[in-house]
């Protein structure tokens, strides 16, 4: 059963840090791109960050100079460092990643969300 799964979710004053992480687990050949999105009651998902199976990265211009994604390919998890965080960056958090199942299916997995909340 291959799946993702989140933590580092949690409440975090205004002005603070909080490090998320993603780790895919299960029969995975290869790990792909991977990004995070987050989504809020009545609107629909944004992309947040991604990171291209070749390691480049691009962020929404929200999120530029405050959050870093990165990822570890041989432990097959992608992290997202948030600094600086606000209250509008209250959401629930979620990993994708484009993962090959086997040396010619590539499919795409959603991780279960993470809650994330700013105070202020």
């Known amino acids: 059963q291959v799946q993702l799964v989140e933590s580092g979710g949690g409440l975090v004053q205004a002005g603070g840090s909080l490090r998320l992480s993603c780790a895919a687990s299960?029969?995975?050949?290869?790990?792909?791109?991977m990004g995070w999105y987050r989504q809020v009651p009545g609107k629909p998902r944004e992309l947040v960050a991604h990171i291209s199976g070749g390691d480049s990265t691009s962020y929404a211009d929200s999120v530029k100079g405050r959050f870093t994604i990165s990822r570890d390919k041989a432990k097959k998890t992608v992290y997202l460092q948030m600094n600086s965080l606000k209250p509008e960056d209250t959401a629930v958090y979620y990993c994708n990643a484009d993962l090959m199942v086997t040396a010619t299916t590539l499919r795409n997995y959603w991780g279960q969300g993470t809650q994330v909340t700013v105070s202020s």
């Open positions: 299960g029969s995975i050949f290869s790990v792909g791109a």
